[in-house]
């Protein structure tokens, strides 16, 4: 039996993040469905299949992993290592805007490769947290399993040590991405009793999880698709979320970069090159400032 919280749902199944609690179960979960956003990443940049494919799972997880956030804030979570994708980073804030970029070192390679092995090499998944106040925080992980899937489940474990499993499904012909996750809200006594019937809650609803189909986590809305999996358990169905494509950047941000620079240091670029450009690695957008408008940065920080 699904209960809803809120009577206004949006329509639409894609770019929409969903949270839900298992009412009896200590457990909750995350439903994401991408379509336009992710069009919006992938459609600048001349990827290879394969990479556009793992890029859409990371921006599904990642935006899986800003739902998580309790503050204002955003999170980036680059992927590196020595293959012939040099890394990977998406980066999402509390308000759910994404962005991402894929960094490919030699694109043959890259074309023929399938697994995230094959195009990541040796590597690690490095997890940026940073509140809007407040210090940030990092966390790594080896990119050591089969599947990006797997190796967010191994983060979660690592940093939060609490059972959570993330699913994740990406389509290039639909330009579709999507992605799940439970996780055990530890509560209750703490006896061993307790701990076990919690172990055996979530694995179960693991299990329901685990039967969710590609084409179901693309066509289904949210309610439908709950109801599909767990519809003999109560779940309680929170506020949708809307996901979008922001990049973030702005001329202002750039001249505060600018800024940090040493004053000679700018100077010299503008007598050589007329102008300083900066271009945004993410949406590729570039940004140029002249002479005049770096004039009273320069010759103030002069004395
Ligand atoms: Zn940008």
Redesign the pocket.
Known sequence: MLQTNTSEFTNSTTDVLNRYLFDNMHVRGELVQLSTSYQSIINNHNYPVSVRLLLGELMAATCLLTATLKFEGDITVQLQGNGPVGYMSVNGDNNQQM?GIAKIVDAEQASAAQSLQELLGKGNMIITIKPNQGKPYQGIVALDKPTLAQCFTHYFEVSAQIPTQVWLFSDDKKQQVAGSLIQLLPDGDGSSENLAQQQSDFEHLAQLTNTIKADEIFSLEAEALLYRLYHQEKVSLFEPQVVSYQ???SSDKCLAAITQMEPSEVEAILVEQGKISMT??????TYDFFAEQLKSFTSKDKH
């Not at 945004?280 to 957008?285: A, D, G, K, P």
């Open positions: 962005r990049c973030g950047c945004c690695e993410y949406c590729l957008t």
